[in-house]
C-alpha cells in the first residue's frame, strides 16, 4: 500500500516481438462481405496479456513484491487494423514436426482456411511434407480449403512429420528459393527451438522478410508459458480407456492389478489428468515424484494394504516416471532400442512399464507365495496420440491457427500463439522454446491427486531402492 493507502498499479514488462518493416495495407477483413467489425474488433498493438494474475496483495509477502512492481505482458493476439502484407503477394509455408498430436491437422487446416477465406491468399500456401528435412528434400504442395477440406477428422499429421533432419542453412535457402515469406511452424519445444534459430538466420541474412510463426503441439502438454498445448485433453480422454480396461481386469481377479503406463515423457500431465478424471486410480506415478518400490513405505507396501483393503489396485505410470530405479543393462526402452537417444536427440526411455510388472510379480513370489496374484499390463502409448481431436480441442487449434494468421498477417515474427490464462496471446518464440512445464507437485493439482488415490509421499517414507 502506498501512504495514501491505496494500492500501486504494477508496471508492465511487455514481451515485445520483432515487426517486419514494410507497408502498413488496411485490413482486408474490414472489406469482407461476410464479416462487420465492430468498434473493438481489431486488436490494438498495446493491448495486452497479462501472464501472471495471481498476487498476493500482502504489503508482508517478499514473493509477492516483485510481482505487485512488474508484470510480464504479452501482445494479445487478435486481427489488426493494418496488416504488412498485400494477399496477393503471400507465399506461405506449413510444416509438422515431432510425435504426432491430436489436432495436427486441424491447425494446418485452419491456417490454410484462415489464410483463404479471412485474408483472401489465392493460390499461396505450401505444405512442407515430413518435418524440417521436408525443406530440402521433399517437393513442397500447393495446399487450398479444398485439399485440406476433411483433414480435421483425420488423426496423424497429413502433411507428415519426423524427428532429426533440421540443417539451418539448406532450411533458410529453401524459404528463400520457393520465396516464403510467411512459416508456420506446428510443433513441440523442439520444433520452437528450431523455428526460433530459422528466424534469427532469417533477419541475420537481412535481404528476407519473413514472418515466423509457431503454432505449440505437444501431447505431453510440457511446452512452457501458455496454458496448455492443443491436443493434450484429447489424449487425457482417450486415457480412459485403457485405465477403465485396467480396472476391469484388476476387479475381475483376486488381488488384481491393473497397470496402465501412459505417455509423458518429462512431464506427468497425462498421467495426473488421466487420474483426476477416472477416479478408478489408486496410485499415480509421474517422473517429477520419485518412489520406491520395496520395503515399509514404498509402492509395494501401498499395492499390498490397498488390495487386502479393496481386492485390487489400479496403478498409472508415466513412461518417464521411475528411470533411475531400472537397471540399464537389461531392460530395453519403450521403443525396443536400448535407452539412448532419438534423432532429435531426446532421451529414449527405459519400459517403466514392463519393468513394473515384473518387479511386482517377483515381489509377490517372494513375499506372499502361496496366494494368487495377477498383474494385468495396458500400454496404450500410441492410441492415445493417434486420435483425432476431440471438439473442444477442434476448437482451440482452430482459434490458435488464426491467431497465428492475424499475428503473421500483421508483420509480427519469431512468436508463437497461445493462450496465457484463456486469453490469445504472441509470445516470443525463444520464450516458448526454453520454458519447460512440468507438473508442479507442491500446487494443488497434486494435492488433489493424493485426495482422490490417498496415495502416501514415497519420498518421505523410506530409503530408495
Ligand atoms: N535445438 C534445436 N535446434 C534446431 N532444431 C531442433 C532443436 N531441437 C530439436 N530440433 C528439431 O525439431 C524437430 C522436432 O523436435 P522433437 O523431435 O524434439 O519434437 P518436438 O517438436 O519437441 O515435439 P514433441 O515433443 O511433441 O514430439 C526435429 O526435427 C529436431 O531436429
Ligand atoms: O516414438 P516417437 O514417435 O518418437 O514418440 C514418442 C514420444 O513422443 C511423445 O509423445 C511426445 O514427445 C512422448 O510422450 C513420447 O516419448
Ligand atoms: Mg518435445
Same mark, same amino acid.
Given at each position: ?21 514494410? =507497408? !502498413? ?6 472489406? %469482407? ?10 486488436? /490494438? ?12 496483495? /500482502?504489503?508482508?509477502? @517478499? ?11 504479452? %501482445? ?136 515466423? !510463426? ?27 480407456? !485403457? ?11 483376486? #488381488? ?12 506427468? %500431465? ?49 513412461? &518417464? ?17 536400448? !535407452?539412448?537417444?532419438?534423432? /532429435? ?8 512399464? @514392463?519393468?513394473?510388472? =515384473? ?47 492475424? &499475428? ?12 496465457? #490464462?484463456?486469453?490469445? =496471446? ?10 519447460? #512445464? ?5 500446487? %494443488? ?19 530408495? /531402492?
Amino acid at each position: 500500500m502506498d501512504d495514501d493507502g491505496e494500492t500501486p498499479m504494477p508496471s508492465l514488462e511487455l514481451h515485445k516481438l520483432p515487426t517486419l518493416a514494410g =507497408a !502498413a495495407i488496411p485490413n482486408p477483413i474490414a472489406r %469482407h462481405p461476410l464479416y462487420h467489425p465492430s468498434p473493438s474488433f481489431f486488436i /490494438s498493438p498495446t493491448d495486452v496479456v497479462l501472464r501472471d494474475i495471481l498476487f498476493d496483495a /500482502s504489503p508482508a509477502s @517478499a514473493a509477492g513484491e516483485r510481482r505487485r512492481r512488474h508484470v510480464a505482458a504479452y %501482445h494479445r493476439a487478435g486481427p489488426r487494423r493494418e496488416v504488412a502484407f498485400d494477399p496477393a503477394t503471400v507465399r506461405a509455408a506449413i510444416f509438422t514436426c515431432g510425435g504426432l498430436c491430436p489436432g495436427t491437422n486441424t491447425v494446418v487446416r485452419e491456417l490454410v482456411v484462415g489464410l483463404s477465406e479471412l485474408y483472401g491468399v489465392r493460390g499461396g500456401v505450401f505444405g512442407v511434407r515430413n518435418g524440417y528435412r521436408g525443406f530440402y528434400s521433399d517437393e513442397v504442395v500447393p495446399l487450398d480449403p479444398a485439399a485440406v477440406e476433411h483433414w480435421h477428422k483425420a488423426g496423424g499429421a497429413a502433411l507428415g512429420t519426423s524427428r532429426g533432419g533440421f540443417d539451418l542453412a539448406r532450411i533458410v535457402d529453401a524459404i528463400e528459393r520457393h520465396g516464403f515469406n510467411q512459416v508456420y511452424a506446428v510443433g513441440g519445444d523442439g520444433t520452437m527451438r528450431g523455428a526460433a534459430r530459422i528466424h534469427r538466420e532469417v533477419r541475420r541474412r537481412g535481404r528476407l522478410a519473413v514472418a515466423v !510463426a509457431g503454432i505449440p503441439k505437444t501431447v505431453d502438454n510440457d511446452v512452457g508459458v501458455v496454458d496448455r498445448s492443443f491436443g493434450f485433453h484429447t489424449a487425457v480422454e482417450a486415457a480412459q480407456q !485403457a485405465i477403465a480396461a485396467g480396472h476391469v481386469e484388476a476387479e475381475s481377479a483376486a #488381488n488384481g492389478v491393473g497397470l496402465v503406463k501412459l505417455m509423458g515423457r518429462s512431464a506427468g %500431465h497425462i498421467a495426473l489428468h488421466a487420474t483426476l478424471s477416472s477416479r478408478d486410480v489408486d496410485c499415480c506415478l509421474i517422473p517429477e515424484e520419485d518412489f520406491y518400490l520395496r520395503g515399509a513405505g514404498g509402492l509395494f507396501d501401498f499395492l499390498y494394504r490397498r488390495i487386502k483393503d479393496n481386492g485390487h489396485a489400479v496403478v498409472v505410470v508415466a513412461e &518417464g516416471a521411475g528411470q533411475r530405479l531400472i537397471p540399464r543393462t537389461t531392460t530395453t526402452s519403450a521403443s525396443g532400442a536400448c !535407452a539412448g537417444a532419438d534423432e /532429435s536427440g531426446n532421451e529414449t526411455f527405459l519400459d517403466v512399464g @514392463a519393468w513394473l510388472k =515384473a518387479e511386482m510379480r517377483a515381489w509377490w513370489e517372494e513375499e506372499h507365495a502361496g496366494e494368487v496374484f495377477t498383474v494385468k499390463y495396458i500400454d496404450p502409448t500410441y492410441m492415445i496420440r493417434a486420435v483425432p481431436a476431440n471438439a473442444g480441442d477442434n476448437l482451440y487449434c482452430t482459434l490458435l491457427a488464426h491467431a497465428a494468421i492475424h &499475428g503473421a498477417m500483421a508483420g509480427y515474427t519469431g512468436f508463437v500463439s497461445g493462450t496465457i #490464462n484463456g486469453n490469445y =496471446a504472441y509470445i516470443p518464440m525463444d520464450e516458448v522454446a526454453e520454458a519447460k #512445464n512440468p507438473v508442479d507437485t507442491k500446487d %494443488h493439482k497434486w494435492a488433489w491427486v493424493r485426495s482422490i488415490t490417498n496415495q502416501p509421499d514415497f519420498i518421505r517414507a523410506g530409503p530408495t /531402492s
